[in-house]
C-alpha cells in the first residue's frame, strides 16, 4: 500500500492506500484505540485484490504522531472526511475495530449518504441507550486506572486480553510496544473520554446503510458482548459470533471475517446492480 499524509491544525496523519482500479468498490479500514494500521494486515493481503483499500493510523497513533490530544470524535470522523475527499473515495464501505467502529458511526451521522455499508468489529452502538450512567463515568475516568496499574501487567493484558491466537497476540504486542507508560496512558485516557462525550450527547445514530456485525465469541474488551447482543435484537442488525476470537476477530480469525466481509459487499453489489 502507498503511504500518504494528511495534515491538521494538531498534526499530521499518515494513511495506506492501495486501488486495484477505477470504479471498484472501496473498503476504509479503521483500527481500534491504540491499535495502527497493520491491525489489518491480513485484510490487505486477503482482499487487497478485489477492492480498492484505504486504511489510517488514527491521530496520535503509531505513525500518525505527535498529534496534540485535543480532537474529538467528531474532529476524527471529519479528518477521515478531508482524507477520503483527497483521495476521490465514494460510497464506501467502512469496516470499523472497537474505537473504529464508533468512528464509523460519528462519520456517518455527520454525512448520512455517505457510506455503502459498515462492518463493525468487536465494537458497539454509539446510542445512549445502551449504557448506564457509570459506565459512562468509569470511561471518563479510565487514565488514572491505567496509570495505577504496572506498566508490564498492561502490556501483558494488552496481548492477551485482546486477541487469542498467536498471531493476534504477537501484533497486539508489537502495537503496544511503540508507546511507553505516559503516552500510551493519556492516549488511552483520551481515547475512552472522547468517546464517552460522544455517547453522553444522545444523539440518534441511526445507521443510514446496511449493517453487519462482528464479535469474538471470547471477546473480554468491557460488556462489548452483552451490547452486541442488545444492538442485534433492537436495532435488528445481523450479529456472527466468531469462534474462539478475541477482541480482535480480524487478527485471531482472519479467513473467517474476510469471507463475511466479502460477502456482505457481494450483497451491497447484488442490491445495488440486481
Known amino acids: 500500500m502507498e503511504e500518504r499524509t494528511h495534515q491538521t491544525e494538531l498534526g499530521v496523519i499518515h494513511y495506506w492506500v492501495s486501488r486495484v482500479g477505477t470504479g471498484r468498490l472501496w473498503l476504509v479500514l479503521l483500527p481500534g484505540l491504540s491499535a495502527d494500521h497493520h491491525l489489518f494486515d491480513k ?3 486477503g482482499l487487497g485484490a478485489e477492492y480498492n483499500l484505504l486504511t489510517w493510523d488514527a491521530p496520535a497513533h503509531a505513525a500518525s504522531r505527535p498529534f496534540r490530544l485535543a480532537f474529538s470524535l467528531e474532529d476524527m470522523a471529519v479528518y477521515l472526511h478531508g482524507i477520503l475527499e ?3 473515495v465514494t460510497r464506501p464501505v467502512l469496516v470499523g475495530q472497537s474505537l ?8 456517518m451521522a455527520l454525512y448520512p449518504d455517505a457510506a455503502a455499508g459498515f462492518v463493525s468489529i468487536d465494537s458497539c452502538s454509539m446510542k ?21 496499574l504496572p506498566w508490564k501487567w498492561t502490556l501483558s493484558m494488552g496481548k492477551t486480553g485482546n486477541a487469542t491466537t498467536p498471531y493476534g497476540q504477537d501484533l497486539m504486542e508489537k502495537t503496544f510496544s511503540v508507546y511507553g507508560k505516559d503516552e500510551f496512558c ?7 473520554r472522547i468517546l464517552a462525550q460522544a455517547i453522553g450527547k444522545g444523539g440518534a ?8 456485525l462482528l464479535c469474538g465469541e471470547k471477546d473480554q474488551a468491557g460488556s462489548g458482548k452483552r451490547y452486541n447482543r442488545a444492538w442485534t ?12 476470537a478475541g477482541h480482535c476477530s480480524n487478527a ?7 469471507g463475511l466481509i466479502r460477502e456482505f459487499v457481494q450483497g451491497l453489489q447484488t442490491e445495488e446492480n440486481p
Open 43 to 45: 485484510q490487505v493481503e
Open 86 to 88: 483527497a483521495e476521490g
Open 100 to 107: 473504529g467502529g464508533y468512528i464509523a458511526q460519528v462519520y
Open 128 to 148: 445512549r441507550k445502551y449504557y448506564t450512567g457509570a459506565e459512562l463515568f468509569l470511561l471518563q475516568h479510565t487514565e488514572g486506572m491505567y496509570r495505577a
Open 186 to 192: 493519556a492516549l488511552a485516557g483520551h481515547g475512552f
Open 205 to 212: 445514530y441511526d445507521i443510514p446503510c446496511p449493517v453487519l
Open 233 to 244: 435484537k433492537q436495532d435488528g442488525h445481523r450479529l456472527v459470533w466468531i469462534p474462539g
Open 252 to 258: 485471531d480469525a482472519p479467513e473467517l471475517v474476510n
